[in-house]
């Protein structure tokens, strides 16, 4: 059985996959072209680049898809940037605007007045129906097995039936979504696809270095912890040298302030930590992951990747028949 189709306003992809938005740099032109060529939806992360970069990425990933498959930019609203951000992206005329860690009412209305759809990141069914009334065409249910910031300390299972139901715009499922099975128990209450972040990093296309990769392959089940970054919430993220730093010492002292959130704790600084990460120093900086990282054992191909997990769908829903 093939997986069903998902159709998202005007996206159709051929399979109901969308890359997470990760930053970052690790979701950029080269990995979300090559989730939208293996028929899946893309997403270049704008946090941590400046605009112009974020218009350069998008620019390059629609000459990489040759003007075919999805490309969407994820947008944080906790982010000083967020709105120059988005105004940049509807410029420049992508898909769909994604964001997360919070909702405001100017985005819904910015996509609106520009013809794309706007997606919001929830982790509840309050959330998801605010921004089904403020005019999201579809909202990302991500639980707590996601990696980077978390919203919820609930499972995304023990959470994604009531928030089907409490909308009538396309459910996606996130937080734990690794394998074909779980593809098909999410569609089975009620998603209309899933997000997936974590297995994607693991691939040649992953904008990310090789190390940062590597760091992923080599994680165990008891890597991944949970750390309090300055934006005020939970992340997970793979141990190292430097959450032991964060979550040991109180007086840890910022390298440098990049003046990046609108609210922030200065404990330390969580953008210039993932810029260390993703330069390639995955010891002394943030490396997010979802809590099954420990179950990639190698990297590969976007497009092995998504074939498998098309074997691996069908696999489970025969298994259910």
């Known amino acids: ?3 069903p189709k998902l159709k998202i306003a005007h996206m159709v992809p051929r399979v109901p996959i969308m890359q997470g938005g990760m930053g970052v ?3 950029l032109s080269g990995l979300a072209s090559a989730v939208a060529n293996a028929g899946g939806i893309g997403i270049i992360s704008g946090t ?4 112009e970069e974020m218009r350069l990425h998008i620019r390059k990933a629609r000459k990489l898809t040759q ?3 999805y490309i969407g930019v994820n947008v944080l609203f906790a982010m000083n940037d967020f709105a120059e951000k988005m105004k940049a992206a509807l410029d420049e005329k992508v898909d769909f605007i994604i964001s997360g860690a919070g909702i405001s009412r100017d985005m819904y209305s910015w996509g609106k007045q520009a013809g794309i759809p706007v997606i919001s990141i929830v982790s509840s069914a309050k959330l998801a ?8 065409a579809a909202v990302v249910v991500e639980g707590f097995e996601a990696g980077g910031h978390l919203g919820t300390d609930k499972p995304l299972f023990d959470i994604l039936s009531e928030i089907v139901e409490s909308v009538s715009i396309p459910v996606i499922a996130a937080g734990g979504i690794m394998t074909g099975a779980d593809i098909a128990k999410a569609l089975s209450l009620g998603a209309s696809g899933v997000q997936m972040g974590t297995r994607f990093v693991a691939s040649d296309e992953c904008d990310a270095p090789q190390s940062f990769k590597e760091k992923y392959v080599s994680a165990t089940e008891k890597d991944t912890i949970l ?4 934006v005020g919430l939970h992340g997970r993220a793979i141990a190292n040298h430097f959450t032991n730093l964060i979550t040991t010492s109180d007086k840890l002292k910022i390298k440098k302030c990049r003046d990046c959130l609108k609210n922030c704790s200065y404990q330390f600084c969580t953008l210039d930590s993932l810029l260390t990460s993703v330069a390639g120093d995955v010891e002394n900086g943030l490396v997010f992951a979802g809590s099954r ?3 990639i054992k190698e990297i590969l ?3 092995a990747i998504i074939e498998n997990l098309k074997t691996e769908y069908k696999a489970a829903v025969q298994s259910f028949a």
């Open 1 to 3: 059985m093939d997986l």
């Open 25 to 27: 740099g690790i979701s």
């Open 48 to 51: 941590g680049i400046t605009v």
């Open 67 to 69: 003007g075919n498959g």
């Open 129 to 136: 129906k605010i921004s089904e009334r403020l005019g999201a």
């Open 227 to 230: 750390v309090k970054t300055t």
């Open 293 to 295: 990282v420990s179950e």
């Open 301 to 303: 191909p976007v497009r």
